[in-house]
Structure formats: structure tokens, C-alpha cells
């Protein structure tokens, strides 16, 4: 199935038919803005390291918005005339479809300084319409005590000693595409080229216990030993349960980590977009990059910021990571996602 290079104001409007066109928004104080931010340790980490400072010093209201990426970019397209929140926080994929759609006004550095010491790939991919404010890398979690054999590598995935004992994300969770890619990696394809990672996936069919649905279900496997191996998973839950004493090891696969980010996307017509560029710039710099980062446990995008403790120790080093064609992948979601279903999971 082919589908059009750009997202189509129908489209969403499609997938928004359950949704009132305005979502439930925090009120806008006067002076202030309305961005995004997900929720639990994440939001108050990010309150303290980067929020409450930006309000103290310009003297002005952020009003964060819980939710899902997909209700947000829904919320961004249906009301691209007058922007009901003016800057997004996204995470992939749902980031580069909001740069493909256009939703967001072209950044520079000079509105917002900091971008000239954010690495190029933090910005580029994404059109200059964005910049990321950290990541995290993807790999594998296995129980110490299950595996006899520790995995290296995503090839090792396929161990026959691994049936039945092994967990992936279930097409459309995070790390689902990720999966699919470096499976296809794995066999001499890529994002263009797809058929040697389906082939690859259904062959390791024997090993997947079950696929998980978010990150929680699946470290509640490997901590009651349903499973032995987590597949595609972030390196934060997986030190979660290694903190609490679990005989659990995350490693980063020596043939490369999938990258997960979030970046800043301000909304075109917003009528608070110097204060928005204000706020990434202050998000940006050495000092907030480097609160958040250590507090988190993920990596900066400012290349000036240093990562200290555990931070240090559990964030991988850029030639780690490998990006992938985002660009390539989300024209082919609905029909991988038929395929997956069939092929795969079925």
C-alpha cells in the first residue's frame, strides 16, 4: 500500500473522530505558554531541573499538558489555524510525523542560541522544524541467573536455547518498529527493504513467549521469570530492577542501539512562539541539559554537557547508536501493521 509523503489534515481528522477537536488543556496563564510532558518521575524531574527555573527568571506560567504523542499531534494537526498548544514534545515516531506534516515553525540559532552546541543529528533529521532535548538508547535485558549463554548482540535473539523464553514489543508499542529494522538488519535488509526482517521475525516466532505491551509488562516478566530475555527495551526500566537487587543485566548490542528521543516542536501559528524559543533555548543550555540528563538517566543533545554517577556509566556513547529512516518506515505503517498482525503475531 502506498501512502502520500505528507499526513493529510483528513487523515487525522480520522483518526480524531472519538476526540473533540479541544482537548482537556491546563489553563494558559497570562504571560505564559501551554507544551507537553509526560507524566510520573519524568514530569517532576523535568519540572525541577528545567521548568521551575525558566518561570522564575522570565516570571511566567508553563502549563504542561499530560497525555498520549498520538492525542497531542492529533490536538497539533486538527488545530494547526490557532494552536491550542503552542509547543509539542514528541517522541518518535510521532515527532517525525509532525515534521512531515508541517507542524512546526523552522528553528534557528538565532532565536534560540543553545542550538549551536546541540550535535547536528539531534537537529537535522528533523528539517530544523525541531530539536531533541535527550535520548535514550535501546538494547537488551536478560536475567542473570535464566540465560546461560548472555546475548551480544540482536543475531543472538534467534539461540534456539532462547524458545520460548524471549519477549518483543508488540507491533505499535514503543521499540515495535525499532524490532522490525534491526531485524532486517540483521538479514541484509533495511528501512526500504523490510521482507528479510519478517522472514527474520518469524522464524524467531519460537522463542517469543508473548509480545509485550509497554514497558511495565514487560519487566513484570522478566521479574517473575515468565521471561528470560527482553528485546528492544530502554535502558531505564531494565536499571530499574537492577537497582532493586534483581539478577537482571541490560547490555546495548555491540552491533548498534536504536535510538528513542523526545523534541520540541513549536506549533506554526502559535502567538507565543518567541516565548516557546526562549524556553528550548533555557531546556538546552549546559546546566539544564546536565539536571535533567543525570536526574533521568539519559543522554544530552547540548555537546558541552557532561553526564556524572550512573548517568555516566548507563548512557551510550553517540557511535553506539544507530538512527534509522523514520522517513522510509512511516509510509509503511498501516500495512506493516497489517502484515505484522498476520504474519507475525497472528
Not at 508499542?173 to 525499532?178: A, H, I, K
Request: charged share 20%; proline share 6%; glycine share 8%.
Amino acid at each position: 500500500m502506498t501512502m502520500s509523503d505528507a499526513f493529510s489534515r483528513r487523515h487525522f481528522l480520522g483518526a480524531a473522530s472519538s476526540l473533540t477537536v479541544g482537548l482537556a488543556l491546563p489553563a494558559r496563564a497570562a504571560g505564559g505558554f501551554t507544551s507537553t510532558v509526560f507524566g510520573g518521575v519524568w514530569e517532576k524531574n523535568y519540572r525541577a531541573a528545567i521548568v521551575d527555573s525558566f518561570e522564575k527568571k522570565l516570571g511566567v506560567k508553563v502549563a504542561l499538558k499530560l497525555g498520549t504523542a498520538s492525542e497531542w499531534l492529533t490536538n497539533g494537526m486538527v488545530n494547526r489555524a490557532k494552536p491550542e498548544i503552542d509547543m509539542l514534545l514528541l517522541p518518535y515516531p510521532d515527532s517525525i510525523k509532525a515534521v512531515r506534516a508541517g507542524i512546526g515553525m523552522p528553528l534557528s540559532p538565532d532565536k534560540i542560541p543553545n542550538i549551536r552546541n546541540v550535535h547536528p543529528m539531534w537537529f537535522d533529521q528533523f528539517r530544523k522544524e525541531a530539536v531533541g532535548l535527550d535520548y535514550v538508547a535501546y538494547g537488551i535485558a536478560y536475567r542473570t541467573d535464566l540465560v546461560k549463554k548472555p546475548p551480544e548482540a540482536w543475531s543472538d535473539l534467534w539461540d534456539p536455547a532462547l524458545k520460548g523464553r524471549v519477549t518483543v514489543p508488540n507491533i505499535g508499542v514503543w521499540g515495535s518498529w525499532e524490532m522490525l529494522v534491526a531485524a532486517a538488519r540483521t538479514r541484509g535488509g533495511d528501512e526500504s527493504n523490510l521482507d528479510p526482517g519478517f522472514k527474520a521475525l518469524r522464524e524467531l516466532r519460537p522463542n517469543i513467549r508473548r509480545f509485550f505491551s509497554g514497558s511495565t509488562d514487560a519487566m513484570q516478566m522478566l521479574d517473575t521469570g515468565e521471561v528470560s530475555v527482553v528485546a528492544m527495551t530502554t535502558n531505564i526500566p531494565a536499571y530499574a530492577l537492577i537497582d532493586s537487587g534483581k539478577p537482571v543485566k541490560f547490555v546495548f548490542p555491540k552491533d548498534g542501539s536504536m535510538v528513542g528521543m523526545v523534541s520540541y516542536h513549536v506549533a506554526r501559528n502559535t502567538a507565543n512562539a518567541d516565548l516557546c524559543m526562549q524556553f528550548i533555548d533555557h531546556a538546552l543550555s549546559k546546566e539544564c541539559q546536565e539536571a535533567f540528563c543525570n536526574a533521568v538517566i539519559a543522554g544530552p543533545t547540548n555537546r558541552l554537557a557532561r553526564l556524572s554517577g550512573k548517568a555516566a556509566e548507563r548512557v551510550p556513547a553517540l557511535d553506539q547508536l544507530k538512527l534509522f529512516d523514520w522517513a522510509k518506515v512511516i509510509p509503511q505503517m498501516s500495512e506493516i501493521t497489517d502484515r505484522w498482525n498476520q504474519e507475525i503475531a497472528g
